[in-house]
């Protein structure tokens, strides 16, 4: 089982702001990442790091870190973030760690 | 940039499978290649990662079954699934994580279709 753990679900009305979370203690040694799953697509890294948006992402996507909590936010929820979405880590001995995934549905 | 990953099917359980991920566009020897799986309707799981020096690391759930290797003549990275499970069904798919020696950061930013691996009687 995961030591990452997401809500399995949120909702967020389109436009408006939605904060997804992780939660566990490798998370205060190392940033978290987050993928954005489509159904029967491979997942894509949508923030790394402190806040590290790649090429391509979309600038209402952001990241925060404290403590053992990282959190995604997209501020201005469009139909097309409706996804899962995948927290990830790695501990003190190399090994990796995803969440649980949080399913975010945009009304 | 490519990853495609292929060597999946149905297999019995208790058989084994070689996984391949062929890639183009950057080196496997000189990055960190990882293999990630998800079972049908389930959450992504970390499963084995080697890192450009060789070194090699797998989930304590598969340990002592799997093997990641690569073959840098091919540009190709594998990974050997032996005793094959039920619970080892799901699609496999292979990404290019980046190091994170330096930034302190680690992710994976480039990542395949994934293959399917079946195991059924």
């Known amino acids: 089982s995961s030591e990452l753990t997401q809500d399995p679900a949120v909702s967020v009305a389109l436009g408006q702001t939605v904060r997804i979370t992780c939660q566990g203690d490798s998370l205060r040694n190392y940033f978290a990442s987050w993928y954005q799953q489509k159904p029967g697509q491979a997942p894509v890294l949508v923030m790394y790091?402190?806040?590290n948006r790649p090429a391509g992402i979309p600038d209402r996507f952001s990241g925060s870190n404290s403590g053992n909590t990282a959190s995604l936010t997209i501020t201005g929820a469009q139909a097309e973030d409706e996804a899962d979405y995948y927290c990830n880590s790695r501990d003190n001995y190399a090994h990796r760690d995803f969440g649980g995934g949080t399913k975010l549905t945009v009304l | 940039v490519q990853l495609v990953e292929s060597g999946g099917g149905l297999v019995q359980p208790g058989g084994s499978l070689r996984l391949s991920c062929v890639v183009s566009g950057f080196t496997v020897n000189t990055n960190y290649m990882t293999w990630v799986r998800q079972a049908p309707g389930k959450g992504l799981e970390w499963v084995s990662v080697i890192y450009s020096g060789g070194s090699t690391y797998y989930a304590e759930s598969v340990k002592g079954r799997l093997t990641i290797s690569r073959d840098n003549s091919k540009n190709t990275v594998y990974l050997q699934i032996n005793s094959l499970r039920a619970e080892d069904t799901g699609v496999y798919y292979c990404?290019?994580?980046?190091?994170?020696?330096?930034?302190?950061?680690?992710?994976?930013?480039?990542w395949g279709r994934g293959t399917l691996v079946t195991v059924s009687s």
């Open positions: 790091g402190k806040n």
């Open positions: 990404a290019r994580e980046a190091d994170g020696g330096a930034s302190g950061y680690w992710y994976f930013d480039l």
